[in-house]
């Protein structure tokens, strides 16, 4: 009898936003997951991430765990170093003895525990490092993403970048993996897309240290007609505010990445620059039956409202929960195949991992931004499906290495 299993399991598992579980007792005691992240790096974004995190496991959990087993998160903190990531994610596997690891925020980070996830062959499930690196050049078997890639979403704003009249753009973006990413992605296919654009400036400011007024001057200077900002967190509020001082922004179009996500706009407040072309997130007004719920369960809970952090953090933990489900075993290897084509339950709808990459099809939303009641937010909005905005398996091979 000890050999024999019954998987009770939803079709397709994305119906329902908490994941499945087996009848009778597979192992004994709970089953942990090591979970590293920059909470105290940046808290704007991690703090509703850990609480939505912590909504899927009470879910998850309530409903009896996966595999007749509660689950178990172990936080650790690795205040946006690599290498305190790395170590980290060494003293979770050999001394707590997790099942595997999750999190990661910035992409260097991201891409330190890639890297620990492939040599020490451990599943590891990245939630927000966005460097399309961790699933193409530098991607392997161990490692699963699940927010939409800088390739994603630079895809999504050039579709609406190219519409615009502007032919000189100016990019300024945070001086590491992921705002280097972004900016080349978003050059290269807006060059796809419209030959006759040029650039005509690029600032790659330090994390956190934006010198907002030298970088507003040297954009300015470059006469720009239009502006790609990578900026978020503290470099975008700074940047808004000595922009909005001293002109950068009047009469220029502007594609800017993650600035709609509530995280970042509300520290703006009413400095929020509206007509901005974004990728975001609309909490209060998206009214799909699974955010619905999502957003209600989180309010009852927290007694506030999601951010995008939220989301990422619900989505995370309940796309393991269903690989555990599918693979029926916490072995790293039969979990690992049981990822690759995972249909998962998440708060925007369905999403999957997908096998050739270990990307997931989670999408974003594109809008403007505008202000309301002087808080910023977003409007004209769309929701973009992750799936349309990859490149082709030929694509990806040619990206990819080889296992």
């Known amino acids: 009898m000890d050999r024999r299993r019954f998987l009770v399991a939803a079709s397709g598992g994305a119906a329902a936003l908490a ?65 305190d990531a790395v170590r980290h994610a060494g003293d979770l596997i050999n001394a707590e003895k997790v099942d595997l690891l999750s999190g990661g925020f910035l ?17 590891y499930a990245a939630s927000e490092p966005l460097s399309d690196a961790l699933v193409w050049a530098k991607g392997n078997r161990y490692t699963f993403r699940l927010r939409p890639s800088t390739y994603m979403q630079a895809a999504m704003l050039v579709e609406e970048a190219a519409k615009l009249k502007a032919r ?14 972004s900016i080349k992605w ?29 970088t507003v001057q040297a954009l300015e200077a470059s006469k720009p007609e239009a502006i790609f900002n990578v900026t ?38 009413a400095e929020t620059p509206t007509g901005w072309i974004v990728t975001g997130y609309p909490h209060a007004d998206l009214a799909t039956p699974e955010h619905v719920k999502f957003r209600d369960a989180y309010k009852a809970k927290y007694n506030d409202y999601p951010r995008l952090g939220s989301v990422v953090g619900f989505d995370t933990m309940n796309s393991i929960a269903a690989a555990l489900a599918k693979a029926g075993t916490t072995d790293n290897e039969k979990l690992i195949d049981a990822m690759e084509g995972l249909k998962f339950p998440s708060a925007f709808g369905s999403a999957e991992y997908r096998a050739i990459d270990h990307q997931s099809t989670l999408g974003a939303f594109v809008g403007k931004t505008a202000l309301k009641d002087g808080k910023g937010v977003m409007v004209d909005w769309r929701y973009a499906d992750g799936a349309k905005y990859l490149p082709s398996d030929d694509v990806v091979k040619t990206m990819r290495p080889a296992g």
């Not at 978003?186 to 007024?213: H, M, S, W």
């Not at 909005?244 to 009469?251: D, K």
């Open 19 to 83: 994941a499945p579980s087996l009848v009778r007792a597979q192992g004994s005691g709970p089953i942990k997951i090591g979970e590293i992240n920059s909470y105290t790096a940046q808290p704007a974004f991690l703090k509703p991430y850990r609480q939505g995190w912590e909504l899927a496991l009470e879910q998850v959990n309530a409903g009896g765990g996966v595999l007749g087993r509660k689950i178990e998160t172990i936080f650790r903190d690795d205040a946006g170093k690599p290498e």
């Open 107 to 123: 992409s260097n980070v991201g891409l330190a525990l890639t890297d620990f996830a492939l040599q020490n062959k451990r599943l």
């Open 168 to 181: 000189k753009w100016a990019l300024v973006a945070p001086n590491y993996e992921y705002g280097q990413s």
């Open 186 to 214: 978003f050059k290269e296919l807006l060059k796809k897309a419209r030959p006759d654009v040029e650039f005509v400036a690029e600032q790659y400011p330090a994390l956190g240290r934006i010198d907002a007024g030298a």
């Open 232 to 269: 978020f967190a503290v470099d975008l509020t700074n940047l808004v505010r000595q922009g909005n001082t001293r002109g950068l922004f009047e009469g220029r179009d502007v594609v800017s990445m993650l600035t709609g996500e509530p995280e970042y706009l509300d520290p703006l407040g």
